[in-house]
């Protein structure tokens, strides 16, 4: 589920203005994972232009608000949701953690970072969400830490239906400040993708794991 439709066309611009999002359907990227993409993601490049950092932190703060007011601290992924989870933090003037991919394995071997405590009700934040099967492994270390995790945000999400259907599964809600469809409808008004790209662009995130071949 995704925020107010001109937060999202925000963000969306946003992200295309300062290429932390880059489309490129003529010359896809390929993932770690090996999948082409026409499209890659770099939201951390948001990180060094204060008046775009300033705006998602306010409405990374507004989002967690409106759907999570219980909150008791946030939690943000190791590693690229680091900096936006304690931006977030920083807005709500809440506790600020972090859970790492793994455990350390030196001095105490923490796998979550911070003085955060068992029982205690938080909201995790990531930058990007595409099938969230990384943000799912993190939330299920705060489950078996003890943690009561109220939900997740993130600054963009893919919208794939495997992440919809991963987040159902684990029980978890999940919100995002924009999400592809909105970015293809920004892209297409800007004149950054010509009309006969936009139904390849779609045709990507129905099926991206066979896209390209």
């Known amino acids: ?23 490129q359907p003529n010359n896809p990227f390929t993932w ?8 890659y993601s770099d939201n951390r490049l948001s990180l060094s232009h204060p ?14 608000q409106l759907h999570y007011p219980n909150a008791q601290a946030i939690i943000g992924v190791a590693t690229a949701g680091i900096a936006p989870g304690a931006l977030a933090a920083d807005e709500l003037e809440l506790p600020f953690g972090y ?10 071997g923490k796998q979550v970072e911070g003085d955060i405590n068992p029982n205690q009700k938080v909201v ?14 993190a939330i299920e270390v705060l489950r078996e830490f003890g943690c009561e995790v109220l939900g997740m945000v993130s600054i963009f999400t ?10 159902s599964h684990a029980n978890c809600s999940f919100y995002s400040l924009s999400n592809y469809n909105t970015l293809i409808d920004v892209a297409a008004v800007k004149g950054i993708v010509k009309p006969d790209q936009i139904a390849v662009l779609n045709e990507w995130r129905m099926a991206p794991e066979k896209w390209g071949q």
């Open 124 to 137: 995790v934040v990531e930058d990007l969400v595409s099938t969230g099967k990384s943000s799912l492994q």
């Open 51 to 64: 008046a775009i950092r300033t705006y998602i932190k306010k409405e990374l703060g507004k989002l967690i």
């Open 32 to 39: 770690a994972s090996g999948w082409k993409s026409p499209i």
């Open 158 to 167: 893919y919208g794939f239906d495997a992440a919809a259907q991963n987040f």
């Open 1 to 23: 589920m995704q925020q107010s439709e001109n937060v999202s066309a925000k963000i969306a611009e946003y992200l295309l203005e300062i290429n932390a999002i880059k489309l």
């Open 99 to 108: 859970v790492r991919s793994e455990a350390k394995k030196h001095g105490m």
